[in-house]
């Protein structure tokens, strides 16, 4: 599995993208869809647009609530596939949850 660790900035909220310094072995291919999986399993479908750019991703910031600065760690198996397309999981490194969901995680246990 390779990960890549990246941090979000206000240009990128705005405009709904990730900018990505992509590793020369990333299989990942220019315009190729693939899904972006967060660690509670939901998938977005999302398009790696350019060599640096993932598009796409309107709904993810708003579900995931993203605001600057929120640091992300990205990984993936080349072996990986739904549905015929490679998978991106995304992990929150320092993201905090809302005072809902925080107390709602205390009803879930």
Do not use: A, C
């Not at 405009?15 to 990333?26: H, V």
């Not at 977005?44 to 647009?49: E, G, N, W």
Request: glycine share 0%; net charge positive.
């Amino acid at each position: 599995m390779v990960n890549i660790e990246k941090k979000i900035s206000q240009s990128e909220i705005n405009s709904k993208y990730l900018n990505i310094d992509f590793p020369e072995s990333f299989p990942f291919k220019e315009y190729e869809e693939f899904w972006l999986m967060d660690i509670n399993k939901n998938k977005f479908l999302v398009t790696r647009h350019t060599n640096t750019q993932i598009t796409g991703l309107t709904n993810w910031f708003r579900e995931n609530q993203i605001t600057e600065s929120v640091e992300l760690k990205l990984s993936y198996d080349k072996k990986e596939l739904i549905d015929k397309k490679r998978v991106l999981h995304v992990e929150f490194l320092n993201k905090k949850k809302t005072w809902w969901k925080r107390l709602l995680s205390l009803f879930l246990k």
